[in-house]
T-cell receptor, first 113, second 116 residues
Framework: AQSVTQPDIHITVSEGASLELRCNYSYGATPYLFWYVQSPGQGLQLLLK??????LVQGIKGFEAEFKRSQSSFNLRKPSVHWSDAAEYFC???????????FGTGTKLQVIP | DGGITQSPKYLFRKEGQNVTLSCEQNLNHDAMYWYRQDPGQGLRLIYYSQIVNDFQKGDIAEGYSVSREKKESFPLTVTSAQKNPTAFYLC???????????????FGPGTRLTVL
């Protein structure tokens, strides 16, 4: 069965600093990959997704993610964090077909002035 | 406006009572999902449905039941058999049809259930 690891439970960054959130997956083939963001008490919003093609994916709110097959990683990045980016971020893996999506345990981002 | 609605936003239940959480979508999506979210555990799949009148158990289906009588509705019942039902429940839908490899899931705003 596939698994998703987000090794950082909490991350604190200063406003204006760069951000990288890590996501590693375990799966035999290349799955479909997603990043979602969740504000407190809200549902999840899709930031970006990777299905195939260019391994650098652009998303909403200035986020991007890079798929690295050799490292089984799909890290999320943002060059300059804004206070409104404070939220919880989830990586998700979909093996495709009729298999289920697996979500990571999330990384909570705190932004300090 | 197209989207997914969940009601109520907050729900309180006494132990031993069944309770039903509503999920409606007007996106014309075929597939719908129920997830449970607990702190530090991410999202865990309870049930999913890829077509009307059909649904499958997810990873933690015990103590829950669903129905899919209409394409736009996928209510979740938390029964008294669920040992620890206090959690945040998220409904999602996707256009994914049978034979389609993958598709994006769109989430509702969630219902927080508290058992008193």
């Amino acid at each position: 069965a596939q698994s998703v690891t987000q090794p950082d439970i909490h991350i604190t960054v200063s406003e204006g600093a760069s951000l990288e959130l890590r996501c590693n997956y375990s799966y035999g083939a290349t799955p479909y990959l997603f990043w979602y963001v969740q504000s407190p008490g809200q549902g999840l919003q899709l930031l970006l997704k990777y299905f195939s093609g260019d391994t650098l994916v652009q998303g909403i709110k200035g986020f991007e993610a890079e798929f690295k097959r050799s490292q089984s990683s799909f890290n999320l990045r943002k060059p300059s964090v804004h206070w409104s980016d404070a939220a919880e971020y989830f990586c998700a893996v979909d093996p495709g077909g009729y298999q289920k999506v697996t979500f990571g345990t999330g990384t909570k981002l705190q932004v300090i002035p | 406006d197209g989207g997914i609605t969940q009601s109520p936003k907050y729900l309180f239940r006494k132990e031993g009572q069944n309770v039903t959480l509503s999920c409606e979508q007007n996106l014309n999506h075929d597939a719908m999902y129920w997830y449970r979210q607990d702190p530090g555990q991410g999202l865990r799949l309870i049930y999913y449905s890829q077509i009307v009148n059909d649904f499958q158990k997810g990873d933690i289906a015990e103590g829950y039941s669903v129905s899919r009588e209409k394409k736009e509705s996928f209510p979740l019942t938390v029964t008294s058999a669920q040992k620890n039902p206090t959690a945040f429940y998220l409904c999602a839908s996707s256009p994914k049809q049978a034979g389609v490899e993958t598709d994006t899931q769109y989430f509702g705003p969630g219902t927080r259930l508290t058992v008193l």
